[in-house]
């Protein structure tokens, strides 16, 4: 062990699926993420909380989304689980980091300090106020980033260079948000090594949420490539998890999602297939910020001795960008101009190409499938494919290079091992510290309750192998023994209802713990 606390760098990915990293079975180019992956540890059974804001909330806390104050999304339900901001009482783990001496900073997306309308620039003006806390405000001695979900990638809105907004018609022509976010976290990690102080860092991208951005010179060595379809791809990729050790090799793949249609009987391949090459590059292109930080890290002195984590704040994402979609929905809130004065068109036009800043559109849910590999379901739900993250921990100087562990472990975890690695206050967490399963010492973890979620009715209770799940608060729960049924395919809840009201009162006592409501939420 070194004798100096270690920095502490946490990487966040957006709407990234299971297998869409080359560590992780991915025919997708993250040399970047597979290098780092080879020189630390990887743990197979790793969740987040289901959706953006959620997750973002528990890992800035190390609590559980409700107790925090974002139980759903950032809109203010007037309930104390559903502010949309992080409740003011509860210390973030920058500042509990910062008064344990570590310099504190962070760049790309918030999403837990209140609601934005993305085209009402005036309505910004709210940031820093006491339902729209700020990055700098809670904890984080710098900051660049934007505050809301979701946005252009070339022209974003919400954007924020320390406590100062940045306007879209301010950026410069090639300006690209992912490689901007790691050109200014590499940028203060050269001002922190300056001071000898160990630094936390939080690199928050939005790559790869929607809307499908990114350069051509990125495109172009994935354009063709996805013409085989989402039914080959996923047989790919399941086979190189399990040759990688990721997954046993008996490991079946779940079914194609019933919304997903054969490949053989897709109207449009050539169009298909280019949405799914700029979700390639948009991954490509983030893992090449976060070389940019390696670099930097390296160049520094500080490589060996920083704690690099990396995960995804939700599985893969089905939305679909409809075109002259539901008021309030897509084209209201981010139809416009770019910079440069061109209409930007909202919506999966299939007479236009996707990735130009012109354009706004999602990759839509047959390639979440595949992002998803090998499990069912997406984004938002509570079943493994929106809950199940990639996750990576390098820190040369104590971890071991290239193992694989298969705990459980959750994002609540990273607060309570981020804690103990600097000294910091470890007082009321709901996660645990996960070093000892990094570095091998154990499998086991001493929770004091069973891993739980919930997010808009979706709900989950995981308990050593069993699994109580529902898609939905008027269905029914499903029971799963994920030993053997890591796809969730055999629901054994009518043979075991013993194990299924023992698990369902468990996650009461969670929910009334932490402030869970039946929806919907504004009734109460």
């Not at 869409?20 to 969740?47: K, N, S, W």
């Not at 990735?355 to 379901?377: C, D, H, I, Q, V």
Request: one cysteine or more; a neutral charge.
């Amino acid at each position: 062990m070194p004798a100096r606390r270690p920095n502490i760098l946490i990487i966040l990915a957006d709407d990234l699926g299971y297998s869409d990293i080359g560590c992780f079975g991915a025919e997708i180019r993250t040399p970047v993420l597979d290098d780092l992956a080879g020189r630390g540890v990887r743990l197979t059974q790793f969740y987040n909380c289901a959706r953006c804001c959620p997750t973002r909330a528990a890992l800035m806390t190390g609590v559980h989304p409700h107790r925090a104050g974002v139980g759903a999304m950032v809109s203010d339900q007037g309930r104390p689980g559903y502010r949309g901001f992080i409740r003011p009482d509860l210390p973030t783990v920058a500042e509990r980091l910062r008064a344990a001496g570590y310099a504190t900073w962070m760049s790309g997306k918030w999403h837990c300090g209140g609601d934005y309308k993305v085209d009402q620039p005036d309505q910004w003006r709210v940031a820093g106020d006491a339902t729209h806390p700020v990055p700098t405000q809670r904890g984080f001695d710098r900051f660049y980033g934007i505050l809301s979900g979701a946005g252009s990638y070339f022209d974003p809105n919400t954007l924020m260079d320390q406590d100062r907004f940045v306007l879209p018609a301010e950026l410069p022509a090639d300006y690209y948000l992912t490689d901007e976010l790691g050109r200014r976290a590499a940028g203060f990690i050269r001002e922190t090594a300056a001071t000898g102080q160990p630094f936390f860092g939080y690199l928050a991208f939005t790559a790869p949420h929607w809307p499908l951005h990114a350069p051509e010179a990125d495109i172009a060595p994935y354009r063709g490539h996805y013409r085989q379809g989402w039914d080959a791809l996923r047989t790919d990729r399941l086979r190189r998890l399990v040759a990688a050790g990721l997954l046993p090799a008996n490991q079946a793949l779940s079914e194609r999602d019933p919304a997903a249609p054969a490949w053989e009987t897709v109207a449009n391949p050539d169009w298909q297939a280019e949405l799914m090459a700029v979700y390639a590059a948009q991954i490509t292109a983030m893992d090449r910020a976060i070389g940019v930080v390696a670099d930097a890290l390296r160049q520094t002195g500080q490589f060996d001795n920083t704690l690099v984590v990396f995960l995804s704040d939700n599985g893969g994402c089905a939305e679909f960008l409809r075109e002259n979609g539901p008021p309030g929905r897509w084209p209201e809130h981010y139809s416009g101009v770019t910079k440069t004065g061109t209409r930007r068109v909202v919506g999966n036009s299939r007479s236009r190409r996707p990735g130009p800043a012109e354009t706004f559109m999602s990759y839509e849910l047959p390639w979440a499938n595949a992002s998803n590999t090998p499990f069912r379901k997406f984004k938002a739900w509570t079943h493994e494919g929106g809950i199940r993250t990639p996750f990576l921990a390098c820190w040369p100087a104590g971890l071991p290079a290239g193992a694989i562990r298969h705990t459980p472990g959750h994002v609540v975890d990273l607060v309570a091992t981020a804690c103990a690695l600097a000294g910091a206050a470890r007082d009321d967490l709901d996660g645990v510290n996960l070093l000892p399963v990094f570095r091998g010492e154990t499998t086991e973890v001493a929770r004091a309750e069973p891993l739980c979620w919930e997010h808009f009715g979706h709900a989950a209770i995981r308990d050593g192998h069993w699994k109580l799940v529902r898609a939905g608060q008027q269905q029914p729960w499903e029971l799963y023994d994920l030993a053997t049924d890591r796809i969730e395919q055999r629901d054994r809840a009518a043979e075991l209802p013993e194990v299924v009201e023992r698990l369902q009162a468990a996650w009461q006592t969670w929910a009334d713990r932490c402030g869970v409501l039946p929806l919907p939420i504004n009734a109460q």
